[in-house]
């Protein structure tokens, strides 16, 4: 998939011409803890937010958006946090992609890595616990040398890495097995060109569509509850029997058809396709 990200600094943009031109998804700047400059945090909104998430959606664009980090202190990063997911209240609908931590200012080479990595999972449980999905935005330096990623293995990230000549071709493999494998989304150029858009623009490929996994999602909690005395089959690429669970024999799904006796399950509903 071929993907965007952009701020004010793209001024306003043409978002159908940028889908007909190949663009599947885009992260857009929805906010910042504050100034570059300053040590106390401001949040504030990205100008362009509003226009650019609403324009980009109604293009048929899957959106996604990130936040550049700026607090130094566990408040601070809570105070950002809460100020992007109350902006992004109102176009949740339209996020259907990851909510990313832009986890780069220079200020952060200053602390250990395992200070800056408790910011981080700070501000991604509470956007994980708004009901998105985090992902974390670094380059090679930070990703090797100011964050401990041993203590963030389940978050995703998304991977800064420019090659001289910058191309999309030449797939990175410079991180470290465990850490490759969790680049969902990589940032190749930030001079690309792209037609609806005025001057240079960020270049990014997603090697996964979260936009299709969250329709599985809403579909699954969309579906109709079992029901008691229900014959249903347990899939044969189904492993756990609920998540964190004990594993389904091979026998069970072989050989057995499968009567509900009960619709809840530790007082929660069971819903077909779901856990």
Known sequence: MNGIDVSKWQGKIDWKRVKN??????????????????????????????SNITEAA?????????HYLTGTTNEDVIAEAEYLISILEQYKDLVVFPVAL?????????????????????????VKNAGYTPLLYANRSFL????????????????????????????PDDLPEALMKKVTVWQWSDSGTVDGIIGKVDMNVSFFDYAKVNVIVEEQEKAP???????????????????????????????????????????????????
């Not at 949040?43 to 937010?49: A, E, G, I, R």
């Not at 089959?233 to 609920?242: C, D």
């Not at 091979?250 to 819903?271: E, F, G, L």
């Open 102 to 126: 832009d986890f780069e200012d220079s200020r952060y080479t200053a602390y250990h890595k395992t200070f800056n990595s408790a910011l981080i999972r700070i501000f991604t449980d509470i």
């Open 144 to 171: 090797r040398t100011h964050i401990d990623m041993s203590s963030l293995s389940d978050l995703d990230i998304w991977y800064a890495r420019y090659y001289t000549p910058r191309s999309k071709e030449k797939t």
């Open 225 to 275: 509850p079992f029901a008691v005395g229900d014959t249903v089959e347990i899939k044969q690429a189904s492993v756990h029997y609920f998540e964190g669970g004990a594993v389904i024999p091979r026998w069970v799904k072989d050989d057995y058809d499968h009567i509900i006796t009960s619709d809840t399950y530790y007082k929660k509903q069971v819903i077909k396709s779901g856990s």
């Open 21 to 50: 031109s190949g663009i599947d998804f885009a992260f857009i700047k929805a906010s910042q803890g504050g100034s570059i400059a300053a040590s106390a945090i401001s949040p504030f909104t990205d100008s362009c937010f509003k």
């Open 58 to 66: 109604a293009a048929g664009i899957s959106c996604g958006v990130y």
